[in-house]
C-alpha cells in the first residue's frame, strides 16, 4: 500500500486534526485519510456544467491583467506572499 508524508503541517491544523482524530476514536492517519476521502468524493460529484463554466470564465480574463505596477514589483509582491517552499523562476 502506498503512503505519503506531510510536510510543514501548520501547528493548529495539527492540533484540529488531533481533536478531530480523538473524538472519531480513530489514529491521526486513518482520520487525515477519511477526511481525504470525503474532500475527493465532494470533489468528483462537482457537476461537469460548473467546471466547464468556471474554465470558461478563466479563459475570458487570462490576459486582462491591468496592474499599476511594474512587472518587477509584481513579481516581488507575489515572491514576498509565498509560504516558504521550492524555488519558482518567474
Do not use: C, Y
Not at 470558461?56 to 480574463?61: A, F
Amino acid at each position: 500500500m502506498a503512503s505519503i508524508t506531510l510536510k510543514n503541517v501548520p501547528p493548529e491544523l495539527m492540533e484540529r486534526l488531533r481533536t478531530a482524530a480523538k473524538s472519531e476514536r480513530r489514529s491521526l492517519t486513518q482520520q487525515a485519510l477519511h477526511l481525504i476521502e470525503g474532500g475527493l468524493s465532494a470533489a468528483d460529484m462537482r457537476p461537469a456544467a460548473e467546471v466547464r463554466a468556471q474554465l470558461s470564465r478563466w479563459r475570458e480574463l487570462a490576459g486582462r491583467w491591468v496592474s499599476s505596477e511594474s512587472f518587477e514589483e509584481e513579481i516581488a509582491g507575489i515572491q514576498s506572499a509565498r509560504t516558504a517552499g521550492r524555488v519558482v523562476d518567474l
